[in-house]
């Protein structure tokens, strides 16, 4: 297993000016006990007050730092992919700008790098959020853990640490970042959890409320289609397809010689609604191989290379 020899820490922020000042000095004291190359990619994410300004007076100077701005706000999500395109550290970590994480951590989810795991999740043992904040997040988690199969108790803390080519492989999209260690574990990624430290918010606000729970919900959905379908999705149109077709034969045969004659039309309904499931299958095939083939992306994934130089070189 490789050792680590670089790092990138991926921030994402938005409205945050009095985190920042802290938050650097708690990573630069890190970085410097840590003696690995390292660099902090903060991605101010449209922010409207004065972080952008702050965080240049504070990095000014020091090349570890790096700063994007957005040109305005796209989401949590998007600021990550972000940093992560831009970073190129063997290992990288993200974690928020709020100061609600604690870069003291870093060290620990390394050693578990070390140890041979891919992606190292944060669990906030003591996590200091409102009574419906963790509840929610607790039945939250235990249902992305039962519907992925990765079982994690704390998918929203974002400090997270991940093997690079594990995350540079995952494309993220809408709130996804949520699932990204559900995601990981489709390229076979060794997954695991260790406790870290979560402080209260004590500048600035959080900027999600309940509404997060509908928009999790729906992108569960989408990840679970993904972990199972992703390469084959005429396999579960199709069987739900085979499923109405069966049902409209055993409903039409049972109930027509029993003189009920409705029956007739809902199995017809039924075989039209599995004629569309077969189309929605066929269609997602071809969206499939316009996925794969126009980025020239490979089905699998591949962990390691050993004696692979081409003949004559
Ligand atoms: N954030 C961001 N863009 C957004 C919302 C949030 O970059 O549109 C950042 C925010 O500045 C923080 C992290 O994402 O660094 C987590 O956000 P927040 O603290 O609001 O989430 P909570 O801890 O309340 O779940
Ligand atoms: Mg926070």
């Known amino acids: 297993m490789n050792m680590i020899r670089s790092i990138s820490i991926v921030i994402p922020l938005y409205n945050e000016e009095n985190n920042l000042a802290p938050l650097c000095e708690q990573l630069s004291c890190v970085m410097n006990q840590l003696k690995l190359e390292s660099e902090v990619i903060f991605v101010d994410d449209g922010s409207i007050d ?7 007076n504070i990095i000014n100077g020091d090349n570890r730092f790096k700063a994007l701005r957005f040109g305005r706000n796209f989401g949590q999500t998007a600021a990550m992919a972000a940093g992560i395109v831009e970073s190129s550290g063997d290992v990288i970590i993200l974690m928020d700008a709020d100061l609600q994480n604690d870069p003291l951590d870093i060290p620990l989810l390394l050693n578990k790098i070390n140890e041979g795991y891919d992606v190292v999740s944060g669990w906030r043992y003591y996590r200091k959020d409102s009574f419906a904040k963790k509840m929610s997040s607790m039945l939250a988690n235990k249902l992305i853990s039962k519907v992925t199969g990765v079982v994690l108790h704390d998918y929203g803390c974002s400090l997270k640490a991940y093997r690079s080519e594990i995350l540079k492989n995952i494309r993220l999209y809408g709130e996804m970042h949520r699932f990204i260690p559900a995601l990981a574990s489709i390229t076979g990624a060794k997954i695991c959890e260790i406790q870290v430290n979560h402080n209260p918010r004590i500048s600035g606000k959080s900027n999600y409320g309940m509404e997060r729970v509908g928009k999790v919900i729906m992108d569960l959905i989408t990840v679970k289609f993904l972990l199972s379908y992703l390469t084959k999705p005429n396999y579960i149109f199709g069987k739900w397809a085979a499923y109405l077709f069966i049902s409209a034969i055993l409903l039409v045969s049972i109930c ?20 569309q499931l077969i189309s929605m299958g066929l269609l997602s095939e071809l969206m499939v191989r316009i996925y794969y083939e126009s980025q020239n992306k490979p089905t699998y994934f591949i962990k390691e290379r050993k004696n692979f130089k081409n003949l004559g070189k």
């Not at 027509?256 to 004629?275: C, T, V």
């Open 256 to 275: 027509i010689p029993l003189g009920i004659q409705r029956a007739g039309l809902m199995g017809g309904i039924m075989i039209l609604a599995g004629l």
């Open 50 to 56: 004065a972080s952008f300004a702050c965080l240049d």
